[in-house]
């Protein structure tokens, strides 16, 4: 009685069905959004704030001007807006979207780390990269997924120096071999 909620929580199938569609669903919008953000204007007056660390660390993530909180934020809240999903499910999303942002961030890969199960997600590595290069070259906008670069051609940097580093491990190991 009194404030306890009546509403029964929700089962497993349909959180994870949710949270499962609000992250390919954010993925997606967070992609163009960010792109647009990288345009000229946008970018000199509202996203080189986030760029100011081009190393960043786990805070960084938070760490941008307010109206691209607000500009990207709507990625974030579109799924839970389309679908009304139970409190609990919107907390859980909420946490996991901050935690993998965190993590995109922090400048590590932990091998220990639950994402490695998400199939082409893109972590710290990818992010990183983008944080490298300044302005429009930068490439990699997309914030958890690696497919929608990989399908736009705005990863092609990201790819080229990802195979020059591998060749470079093969090479050195050659040459130990002589
Ligand atoms: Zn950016
Ligand atoms: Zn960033």
Same mark, same amino acid.
């Given at each position: 009685m009194g404030m306890r909620s009546t509403l029964p929580l929700p089962s497993w199938n349909i959180v994870l069905t949710q949270i499962i569609f609000y992250f390919i669903l954010e993925d997606f919008v967070f992609y163009w959004g960010h792109r647009i953000l990288h345009t000229k204007w946008l970018y000199k007056h509202v996203h080189s704030v986030h760029h100011? @660390? !081009? %190393?960043?660390? /786990?805070?960084? *993530?938070? @760490? !941008?001007h307010p109206a691209e909180i607000l500009f990207l934020g709507f990625a974030t809240i579109i799924g839970p807006a389309v679908t009304g999903p139970h409190l609990v499910t919107l907390w859980l999303w909420m946490t996991l979207r901050v935690l993998e942002t965190v993590e995109a961030h922090c400048g590590y890969h932990f091998?220990? *780390?639950?994402?490695?199960?998400?199939? #082409?997600y893109g972590g710290s590595d990818f992010h990183d990269y983008h944080h490298r #290069? #300044?302005? %429009?070259? +930068? /490439?990699? @906008? +997309? *914030? %958890?997924?690696t497919y929608m670069d990989w399908i736009f051609g705005t990863d092609i940097g990201y790819r080229k120096l990802k195979a020059l580093k591998r060749a470079t491990v093969e090479d050195n190991i050659e040459q130990k071999k002589h």
């Open positions: 100011e @660390y !081009a %190393t960043p660390f /786990g805070l960084t *993530s938070e @760490y !941008a091998p220990w *780390s639950p994402s490695n199960f998400f199939p #082409l #290069l #300044l302005y %429009t070259k +930068s /490439g990699n @906008y +997309s *914030s %958890t997924f």
